[in-house]
């Protein structure tokens, strides 16, 4: 008998699995408020070089301000005053002098701020940028940042997912919970950025360990909305990482309700605890009648089934020309779909909208996103739908880099609709990647995947800098690696309708059309259960 026989006996997905997946909505949530917070905590507010003769006080009038401001900074071709660059102080300098000779006699060269910056501070109160003047020359330290957290995800995922298949899931969430709590409330205390940079990039490594839960979709799109509220309410940086961090305490205690997977305990042949939950399964499902067929013989003959999966590595992923061909062409797409992903989710401003109902409705799109995929999926195909939701996603970063800036409103309904086909691309390559690889080799299929989309996400944020050297940079670095890696897909076999391969000769044999689909079903139960699956907290 199969695993999946017994879940069927035991009531399928029923009260028990709703409870578990209610409670597991938790890191679900949680993981959001850290993967995209560095729009918020490191968001770079306007600012200009401090000068000596403006200090910010009351006693500096509007006029007397914009006369120093007229003096001492340079304007950019738009009239704007110049984020970087201030008049030189003539060596002579005296600051009760007069302004106009102070000033006046200077040449027309810039220098870089020699006194600091003055930030303005009605978007934020408190940022990275702002604590530490990581702008200007030293924007790329702040955007770094970013690349530094996606930098412990990677780790965090290797490392969990040995950990998970050794000692199980539920010991390694709490493991996550306790590291997240503390590694998050000292990055909100850092004194330094070297100190931040190190707690920020443990953060990310501690929160990969959530990840080896359900896949609860929409508790992602959940969490992102949530961040925008919270985002908008707490405008300090560090006191926005206590609250985001706060519901890992809640966890902790959620913890205690979690079972642990019955699957793996079978497969290490902890029958006994397997029996205990299964048996608690059963009576809250109401199959109280098929209790006493769990006993141990039974479990441990489903063992041994099991077991026999676990004799395959990394290396027999490369070793048949099909497989490898899978394996490269399904590297190009994930690391695409993250890229595309972060790529926009990072990119909250210049649509004509405040960040932080940017930031909501980016979450919003992500809904019907999820929800389309799943009706059209089997119509359209997976390989259809996985191709043109990155083509169509890169087609219109691409369309909304050319439209000038005062048609606020379209760029930013293009924007969304965007957000909404990179989502989709997301959603269909967790399924589409599942059922590309063979039964034995699955769960390495989905580690390797998943460690290239990490590469994705965390070259994304570096990627944004390229708009000081051209403005269009990173829309077209973006938008050409998405449509490139959609028509890159086109190579790879449709599965829908197909029957999924048990093992590497399937692959290299090819496959019949014939429809199984109550055995996708046990796939997806499969992939739900990986220690390291691919997922956009990857």
């Known amino acids: 008998m ?125 940022t990275t940028a702002t604590e530490w003047d990581l702008v200007c020359d030293n924007k790329k330290l702040n955007q770094a940042l970013a690349t530094f957290f996606f930098i412990g995800v990677t780790t965090g995922a290797v490392v969990f997912g040995q950990l998970a298949d050794k000692f199980g899931r539920k010991p390694i969430i709490q493991v996550s919970f306790v590291a997240s709590s503390i590694f998050g409330i000292v990055e909100a205390f850092s004194t330094s950025y070297v100190m931040f940079a190190i707690t920020r990039t443990l953060c990310g490594l501690a929160l990969t360990g959530m990840s080896i839960t359900t896949v609860a979709l929409l508790g992602w799109s959940v969490g992102n909305m949530l961040l925008a509220l919270l985002a908008y309410l707490i405008r300090d940086w560090r006191h926005l990482i206590l609250v985001v961090t706060s519901p890992c305490l809640v966890g902790i205690i959620a913890w205690w309700w979690i079972p642990e997977s019955a699957r793996w305990l079978l497969t290490n042949g902890r029958v006994e605890e397997a029996q205990k939950y299964l048996i608690q399964c059963a009576k809250m499902n ?50 695409a779909v993250a890229f595309t992903y972060y790529g926009i989710s990072f990119n909250i401003t210049g649509f004509g909208l405040n960040i932080y109902l940017t930031q909501f409705i980016y979450g919003v799109i992500e809904v019907p996103a999820k929800v389309g995929t799943y009706f059209t999926l089997d119509w359209i195909g997976r390989r259809n739908g996985q191709a043109w939701s990155l083509i169509i996603a890169g087609s219109l970063i691409g369309l909304n880099s050319i439209i000038p800036t005062e048609f606020a409103a379209v760029r930013t309904g293009i924007a969304v609709i965007g957000k909404g086909f990179s989502e989709a691309a997301f959603t269909i390559a967790f399924l589409y990647t599942s059922e590309l690889y063979p039964t034995v080799l699955r769960q390495c299929g989905l580690g390797y995947t998943s460690f290239i989309a990490r590469i994705g996400g965390s070259l994304a944020p570096m990627v944004i ?74």
């Open 2 to 126: 199969r695993f999946e026989d017994i879940l069927h006996e035991i009531g399928g997905f029923n009260k028990f699995q709703f409870l578990v997946l209610y409670i597991l909505w938790l890191p679900r949530i949680i993981l959001p408020l850290h993967f995209l917070l560095h729009n918020f905590i490191s968001g770079v507010p306007p600012h200009h070089c401090a000068l000596p003769h403006l200090d910010g006080t009351e006693k500096d009038s509007a006029e007397v301000s914009a006369q120093i401001m007229g003096l001492g900074i340079p304007r950019n071709a738009d009239g704007s005053y110049s984020s970087c660059k201030m008049y030189p102080l003539p060596m002579d300098f005296d600051p009760n002098g007069d302004l106009s000779l102070v000033y006046g006699n200077q040449s027309n060269v810039s220098v870089p701020c020699q006194h600091g910056w003055v930030y303005d501070h009605s978007q934020f109160i408190s």
């Open 286 to 335: 109401g199959k109280h009648s098929y209790t006493h067929k769990l006993d141990t013989e039974t479990l441990k003959k489903i063992t041994v089934t099991e077991v026999t999966n676990k004799n395959h590595s990394y290396l027999d992923l490369v070793r048949t020309p099909k497989l490898r061909k899978i394996v490269f062409l399904s590297g190009i797409f994930w690391f």
């Open 465 to 538: 800098l390229f708009e000081d050297m051209w403005r269009f940079a990173p829309s077209v670095v973006f938008a050409v690696t998405a449509v490139l890696s959609g028509c890159v897909v086109f190579l790879l076999p449709e599965t829908t309708n197909v029957q999924l391969p048990e093992n590497i000769l399937d692959i290299e044999e090819g496959r019949h059309t014939v429809s199984t689909e109550p055995e996708r079903d046990v796939e997806l139960t499969e992939m739900n259960s990986a220690p390291a699956a691919s997922r956009k907290d990857s």
